[in-house]
Protein backbone atom coordinates (compact mmCIF):
# COMPACT_ATOMS: atom_id res chain seq x y z
CA UNK A 1 0.00 0.00 0.00
CA UNK A 2 2.97 2.21 0.78
CA UNK A 3 4.16 1.54 -2.62
CA UNK A 4 1.28 2.36 -4.06
CA UNK A 5 0.29 5.84 -2.66
CA UNK A 6 4.40 6.55 -3.36
CA UNK A 7 3.69 5.48 -6.87
CA UNK A 8 0.53 7.58 -7.39
CA UNK A 9 2.03 11.06 -5.55
CA UNK A 10 5.42 10.60 -7.80
CA UNK A 11 3.44 10.51 -10.71
CA UNK A 12 0.98 13.61 -9.99
CA UNK A 13 4.15 15.18 -8.99
CA UNK A 14 5.84 14.62 -12.18
CA UNK A 15 2.76 15.24 -13.88
CA UNK A 16 2.13 18.66 -12.16
CA UNK A 17 6.15 19.33 -13.08
CA UNK A 18 6.21 18.89 -16.96
CA UNK A 19 2.67 20.86 -17.55
CA UNK A 20 1.50 21.05 -20.86
CA UNK A 21 -0.45 23.60 -22.58
CA UNK A 22 -1.20 23.56 -26.39
CA UNK A 23 -2.43 26.36 -28.21
CA UNK A 24 -4.51 26.03 -31.90
CA UNK A 25 -5.63 28.51 -34.11
CA UNK A 26 -6.69 28.97 -37.39
CA UNK A 27 -8.34 31.32 -40.03
CA UNK A 28 -9.28 31.10 -43.65
CA UNK A 29 -7.74 33.98 -45.83
CA UNK A 30 -8.61 34.67 -50.01
CA UNK A 31 -5.25 34.97 -50.63
CA UNK A 32 -2.48 32.35 -51.93
CA UNK A 33 -0.38 30.55 -49.70
CA UNK A 34 2.51 33.04 -50.89
CA UNK A 35 0.64 36.64 -50.73
CA UNK A 36 0.56 35.25 -47.04
CA UNK A 37 3.91 34.20 -47.19
CA UNK A 38 5.09 37.74 -47.96
CA UNK A 39 3.02 39.20 -45.25
CA UNK A 40 4.45 37.40 -42.42
CA UNK A 41 7.65 37.54 -43.57
CA UNK A 42 8.24 40.96 -43.67
CA UNK A 43 9.35 41.45 -40.14
CA UNK A 44 10.27 44.66 -40.36
CA UNK A 45 6.39 46.11 -40.98
CA UNK A 46 5.45 43.69 -38.06
CA UNK A 47 6.01 46.95 -35.64
CA UNK A 48 2.96 48.81 -37.71
CA UNK A 49 0.32 45.75 -38.11
CA UNK A 50 1.34 43.14 -35.65
CA UNK A 51 -0.63 43.18 -32.56
CA UNK A 52 1.03 40.35 -31.05
CA UNK A 53 4.68 40.10 -32.07
CA UNK A 54 5.85 43.57 -32.08
CA UNK A 55 9.29 43.07 -33.56
CA UNK A 56 10.73 39.85 -34.82
CA UNK A 57 14.52 39.97 -35.97
CA UNK A 58 17.28 37.61 -37.11
CA UNK A 59 18.32 35.20 -39.96
CA UNK A 60 15.87 32.90 -40.13
CA UNK A 61 17.48 29.71 -40.86
CA UNK A 62 17.30 26.62 -39.36
CA UNK A 63 19.33 26.37 -36.28
CA UNK A 64 19.75 30.45 -35.89
CA UNK A 65 18.25 32.19 -32.88
CA UNK A 66 16.46 35.16 -33.44
CA UNK A 67 15.09 37.92 -31.67
CA UNK A 68 11.14 38.15 -30.79
CA UNK A 69 9.35 41.01 -29.21
CA UNK A 70 6.05 39.86 -27.64
CA UNK A 71 4.28 42.51 -26.23
CA UNK A 72 7.21 43.08 -23.68
CA UNK A 73 8.44 39.82 -23.39
CA UNK A 74 11.88 39.09 -25.20
CA UNK A 75 13.14 36.02 -26.53
CA UNK A 76 15.64 34.19 -28.44
CA UNK A 77 14.64 30.97 -29.91
CA UNK A 78 15.86 28.49 -31.96
CA UNK A 79 14.24 28.32 -35.60
CA UNK A 80 13.53 24.84 -36.11
CA UNK A 81 11.66 24.95 -39.53
CA UNK A 82 11.70 27.57 -42.52
CA UNK A 83 10.15 26.60 -45.65
CA UNK A 84 8.77 29.18 -48.24
CA UNK A 85 5.25 29.46 -48.15
CA UNK A 86 4.66 27.05 -45.75
CA UNK A 87 5.91 26.89 -42.41
CA UNK A 88 8.15 28.60 -39.75
CA UNK A 89 8.31 26.62 -36.88
CA UNK A 90 10.95 27.83 -33.52
CA UNK A 91 11.44 26.84 -29.64
CA UNK A 92 11.84 29.30 -27.11
CA UNK A 93 13.36 28.20 -23.68
CA UNK A 94 13.23 30.69 -20.34
CA UNK A 95 16.37 30.77 -18.81
CA UNK A 96 16.64 26.89 -19.46
CA UNK A 97 15.03 23.92 -21.04
CA UNK A 98 12.45 22.61 -19.15
CA UNK A 99 11.02 25.36 -17.36
CA UNK A 100 8.80 26.68 -19.51
CA UNK A 101 9.46 26.04 -23.05
CA UNK A 102 7.15 26.84 -26.12
CA UNK A 103 7.65 25.24 -30.26
CA UNK A 104 5.42 27.83 -32.00
CA UNK A 105 4.13 27.26 -35.41
CA UNK A 106 2.96 29.22 -38.26
CA UNK A 107 1.32 26.88 -40.68
CA UNK A 108 -0.32 27.78 -44.35
CA UNK A 109 -2.00 25.43 -45.98
CA UNK A 110 -3.14 26.31 -49.91
CA UNK A 111 -6.90 24.73 -50.39
CA UNK A 112 -7.07 24.73 -53.57
CA UNK A 113 -9.25 27.49 -54.85
CA UNK A 114 -7.42 30.70 -54.30
CA UNK A 115 -7.60 30.56 -50.39
CA UNK A 116 -5.47 29.68 -47.90
CA UNK A 117 -6.10 28.73 -44.27
CA UNK A 118 -3.15 29.49 -41.82
CA UNK A 119 -2.63 28.53 -38.72
CA UNK A 120 -0.93 29.83 -35.82
CA UNK A 121 -0.19 27.02 -32.73
CA UNK A 122 2.21 26.85 -29.84
CA UNK A 123 2.82 23.56 -27.40
CA UNK A 124 4.46 24.79 -23.92
CA UNK A 125 5.78 22.61 -21.57
CA UNK A 126 7.94 22.73 -18.77
CA UNK A 127 7.92 23.32 -14.81
CA UNK A 128 6.36 26.77 -14.94
CA UNK A 129 3.62 25.90 -17.13
CA UNK A 130 1.12 25.28 -15.40
CA UNK A 131 0.84 28.37 -13.60
CA UNK A 132 1.04 30.03 -16.59
CA UNK A 133 -2.38 27.83 -18.45
CA UNK A 134 -5.22 29.64 -17.80
CA UNK A 135 -3.32 32.86 -18.90
CA UNK A 136 -1.59 31.31 -21.92
CA UNK A 137 -5.49 29.83 -23.22
CA UNK A 138 -6.54 33.91 -22.32
CA UNK A 139 -4.61 36.29 -23.47
CA UNK A 140 -1.85 34.32 -25.43
CA UNK A 141 -4.72 32.86 -27.54
CA UNK A 142 -6.59 36.58 -27.64
CA UNK A 143 -2.82 37.19 -28.93
CA UNK A 144 -2.47 35.02 -31.62
CA UNK A 145 -6.16 35.48 -33.51
CA UNK A 146 -5.91 39.17 -33.07
CA UNK A 147 -2.60 38.53 -35.20
CA UNK A 148 -3.88 36.28 -37.40
CA UNK A 149 -6.93 38.92 -38.08
CA UNK A 150 -4.47 41.23 -39.11
CA UNK A 151 -2.73 39.27 -41.32
CA UNK A 152 -6.07 37.73 -43.24
CA UNK A 153 -6.84 41.82 -43.54
CA UNK A 154 -3.62 42.69 -45.13
CA UNK A 155 -2.92 39.76 -47.39
CA UNK A 156 -6.71 39.93 -48.81
CA UNK A 157 -6.00 43.73 -49.42
CA UNK A 158 -2.63 42.94 -50.78
CA UNK A 159 -4.09 40.11 -52.62
CA UNK A 160 -6.73 42.61 -54.32
CA UNK A 161 -3.92 44.84 -55.65
CA UNK A 162 -1.91 42.00 -57.66
Given amino acids: MHKLIVTV ?3 SL ?3 IMAQKEIKTSIDISASPQVIWNVLTNFTEYEKWNPFLKSVEGDFKVGEKVKINAGGMKFRPK ?4 NENKEIRWLGKFI ?4 FDGEHK ?13 KQEEKFSGILVGLFKKKLET ?3 SGFEEMNKKLKELAENLKDEI
Fill in 9 to 11: FLT
Fill in 14 to 16: TMT
Fill in 79 to 82: VLAY
Fill in 96 to 99: FKGL
Fill in 106 to 118: FIIIDNGDGTSTF
Fill in 139 to 141: ETK
